[in-house]
């Protein structure tokens, strides 16, 4: 390896390393949301009679540097054991689907029977959560580019060098 190929290789490091350190950034803005929207859910649940609580929420995970945000509506009238002799109940979590947009619509809220108030609020933190998938999906063919030039440099270290493969057809 050459004195260029080490400043190339030096320069993808720092940008995948950027990369990476760009969705540990929108993860923590995106659990911060999160957090809000639980904090208001909670909050509703205090001023409203019982038969008016919701059932939706939402989950941030980084995975693989990739920063996940989904909706869900927790069923907890279906028995879910845990493992062992503890016979509580958990949640049966339904996952809702977002479609081929950055956005989950009002309408996959009212499928799943989201109460208005339940809706209004996760439309109102949608907002913040699209630009966040939008930039994670960016910063993810950010780090695909890099792993794809690396491949590039490497099938081309692997190929004779021009003036030895070209000896033969001059000759």
């Known amino acids: 390896m050459n004195d260029t190929e080490d400043k190339l290789e030096q320069g993808l490091d720092q940008a995948y390393e950027g990369a990476l350190k760009g969705a540990q ?4 803005r995106a659990f911060a949301a999160a957090e809000a929207f639980w904090e208001a859910h909670h909050r509703n649940h205090k001023l409203r009679p019982k038969h008016e609580w919701g059932f939706i929420g939402v989950r941030v995970r980084l ?8 909706w869900f ?3 907890y009238w279906q028995p879910r054991y845990r493992s062992g002799n503890d ?6 979590l339904q996952y809702l689907p977002r479609g081929k947009s950055m956005r989950y619509s009002a309408a996959a809220f009212r499928r799943v029977r989201a109460k208005e108030w339940e809706i209004d609020l996760a439309m109102l933190f949608e907002n913040e959560f699209e630009a966040i998938r939008r930039q994670s999906q960016m910063l993810g063919k950010v780090r695909r580019y890099i792993i794809e030039t690396r491949k590039a440099a490497a099938a081309e ?8 493969a070209l ?3 001059c000759d």
């Open 25 to 28: 950034f929108l993860y923590e």
């Open 63 to 70: 995975r693989n540097g990739s920063v996940q945000i989904e």
């Open 73 to 75: 509506r927790a069923k």
């Open 87 to 92: 016979t509580r109940r958990q949640p049966a």
């Open 157 to 164: 270290r692997a190929l004779p060098a021009s003036d030895e």
């Open 167 to 169: 000896s033969p057809i």
